[in-house]
């Protein structure tokens, strides 16, 4: 027998290899795992009983772990406890499977809804749909045929995440996409079947624009003359600070006064992110961009908000994003962006009103995007405060989290339907 649920009802996020309750910033822990986090406590703030569900990568970690009232993380044992890049993690899945199947049985729960994020905990969810009355939500966060447009070597795992996303958008009760772009993407190439909603990802808006740009500056020593060009981010190829460092080096940028720029998240040393992290310090060097460029290394949710309110533009340079929440953490925080044209980016920011877009890749676009805010000061804090209104009345995670659950309760009784239909 399962016991009954409590309040609007119990709902597992699950989310492989992003797990929510990792530090932020670290390698493997981006948007991804900051979506499932502060939707997950916002779910539980309405009355969810959330439970997310993550592989267990490391011994030394709690297997369960209680964020706030009825919202926890639980790490399942699926493969080596260890990091395992997530193009590696497909075969330790039914492992998970089972694990998640023990999971309920031993604490006799049934979850009647699941909403997977990432490829890989969609094929997790429909393995367990075959086996409970279960409803199906999916969030992409990446789309593989989107992906592998930009990258270089294509994975071995490839084909079987391009089937697998195919399947996911075709059988699935429902995907959310994040912007209009990622639903036109999900269309054009992966299916024209299956049901799509748009619910946006979302941010603190409390967190970020509490603190004004003087204090901001005062608190991490910048002066009210320099003007101060930042990234947020995680240290991998696709993110294009390459693109970035090398429009701070064309000539317009290069010969303003007072530029400086910060570069900001974790790295490991010998690890991809580590790697790609002297790579770009070798870029920064060769340009003799080293005096006005600093590393500030991952920062923590204390800290971030006086780095966004102390910069002048905060620069979303990826290859591809299908949301960017760094991209509205700083329009929270009054920033304007310049950002990648791509994606759910062109969603986010909206062109002349709340920042810039420029195409990927070209460093001489970003640099003149970059320096049209630079020199036009009261330009920039018009961007600034449209750029936070917008982000207050479109991407609270409150408001997200309303919409998920509109969307779980009529999921949820559309099963209790079927099943009393069955039952009959």
Same mark, same amino acid.
């Given at each position: 027998?399962?016991?009954?649920?409590?309040?609007?009802?119990?709902?597992?996020?699950?989310?492989?290899?992003?797990?929510?309750?990792?530090?932020?910033?670290?390698?493997?822990?981006?948007?991804?795992?900051?979506?499932?986090?502060?939707?997950?406590?916002?779910?539980?703030?309405?009355?969810?009983?959330?439970?997310?569900?993550?592989?267990?990568?490391?011994?030394?970690?709690?297997?369960?772990?209680?964020?706030?009232?009825?919202?926890?993380?639980?790490?399942?044992?699926?493969?080596?406890?260890?990091?395992?890049?997530?193009?590696?993690?497909?075969?330790?899945?039914?492992?998970?499977?089972?694990?998640?199947?023990?999971?309920?049985?031993?604490?006799?729960?049934?979850?009647?809804?699941?909403?997977?994020?990432?490829?890989?905990?969609?094929?997790?969810?429909?393995?367990?749909?075959?086996?409970?009355?279960?409803?199906?939500?999916?969030?992409?966060?990446?789309?593989?045929?989107?992906?592998?447009?930009?990258?270089?070597?294509?994975?071995?795992?490839?084909?079987?995440?391009?089937?697998?996303?195919?399947?996911?958008?075709?059988?699935?009760?429902?995907?959310?996409?994040?912007?209009?772009?990622?639903?036109?993407?999900?269309?054009?190439?992966?299916?024209?079947?299956?049901?799509?909603?748009?619910?946006?990802?979302?941010?603190?808006?409390?967190?970020?624009?509490? %603190?004004?740009?003087?204090?901001?500056?005062? !608190?991490?020593?910048?002066? #009210? @003359? +320099?003007?101060?060009? &930042?990234?947020?981010?995680?240290?991998?190829?696709?993110?294009?600070?390459?693109?970035?460092?090398?429009?701070?080096?064309?000539?317009?940028?290069?010969?303003?006064?007072?530029?400086?720029?910060?570069?900001?998240?974790?790295?490991?040393?010998?690890?991809?992110?580590?790697?790609?992290?002297?790579?770009?310090?070798?870029?920064?060097?060769?340009?003799?961009?080293?005096?006005?460029?600093?590393?500030?290394?991952?920062?923590?949710?204390?800290?971030?908000?006086?780095?966004?309110?102390?910069?002048?533009?905060?620069?979303?340079?990826?290859?591809?994003?299908?949301?960017?929440?760094?991209?509205?953490?700083?329009?929270?925080?009054?920033?304007?962006? %310049?950002?990648?044209?791509?994606?759910?980016? !062109?969603?986010?920011?909206? #062109? @002349? +009103?709340?920042?810039? &877009?420029?195409?990927?890749?070209?460093?001489?676009?970003?640099?003149?995007?970059?320096?049209?805010?630079?020199?036009?000061?009261?330009?920039?804090?018009?961007?600034?405060?449209?750029?936070?209104?917008?982000?207050?009345?479109?991407?609270?995670?409150?408001?997200?989290?309303?919409?998920?659950?509109?969307?779980?309760?009529?999921?949820?009784?559309?099963?209790?339907?079927?099943?009393?239909?069955?039952?009959?």
């Amino acid at each position: 027998m399962f016991s009954a649920n409590k309040g609007k009802g119990r709902i597992a996020l699950i989310s492989v290899h992003g797990d929510p309750a990792i530090e932020f910033g670290k390698e493997e822990a981006g948007g991804q795992n900051v979506y499932v986090r502060r939707v997950g406590e916002a779910l539980a703030r309405l009355g969810w009983q959330v439970d997310m569900f993550t592989r267990w990568a490391n011994p030394a970690q709690l297997t369960l772990v209680e964020h706030t009232p009825g919202c926890r993380t639980i790490r399942l044992a699926a493969g080596p406890q260890t990091h395992i890049g997530r193009d590696d993690l497909f075969e330790y899945l039914p492992e998970f499977v089972n694990e998640f199947l023990r999971f309920q049985h031993s604490n006799s729960i049934l979850y009647s809804l699941v909403h997977t994020n990432y490829w890989l905990s969609s094929w997790v969810g429909m393995e367990i749909s075959k086996q409970q009355p279960t409803r199906q939500i999916h969030t992409y966060h990446s789309l593989g045929a989107v992906k592998y447009q930009s990258v270089s070597t294509i994975p071995m795992i490839a084909k079987t995440r391009l089937n697998v996303e195919k399947r996911c958008l075709e059988t699935v009760d429902c995907v959310v996409a994040t912007s209009p772009q990622e639903k036109e993407h999900m269309r054009s190439l992966v299916s024209t079947q299956g049901n799509i909603d748009i619910i946006p990802c979302g941010t603190d808006t409390k967190a970020f624009g509490k %603190v004004d740009r003087p204090t901001a500056r005062q !608190q991490l020593g910048i002066t #009210p @003359e +320099e003007k101060v060009v &930042l990234y947020v981010g995680r240290f991998d190829p696709r993110k294009g600070i390459e693109t970035l460092v090398r429009a701070m080096g064309q000539p317009d940028l290069r010969n303003l006064p007072s530029v400086k720029l910060m570069i900001a998240g974790g790295s490991t040393p010998g690890e991809k992110d580590g790697l790609e992290r002297d790579r770009i310090e070798s870029i920064v060097a060769e340009l003799g961009l080293s005096g006005n460029t600093v590393f500030p290394g991952r920062l923590d949710h204390t800290q971030l908000p006086f780095y966004y309110a102390a910069a002048d533009v905060c620069i979303v340079p990826s290859h591809y994003e299908p949301f960017g929440l760094v991209a509205i953490e700083a329009m929270a925080s009054g920033t304007p962006v %310049v950002a990648s044209d791509v994606g759910g980016l !062109q969603f986010t920011v909206v #062109p @002349e +009103e709340t920042g810039l &877009l420029a195409p990927a890749q070209n460093e001489a676009a970003f640099a003149a995007a970059i320096h049209r805010i630079l020199v036009n000061p009261a330009w920039r804090e018009q961007l600034g405060r449209a750029a936070r209104q917008r982000v207050q009345s479109h991407f609270s995670w409150d408001g997200v989290a309303a919409q998920l659950s509109e969307l779980y309760a009529s999921q949820i009784a559309l099963n209790r339907e079927f099943l009393s239909t069955s039952a009959s």
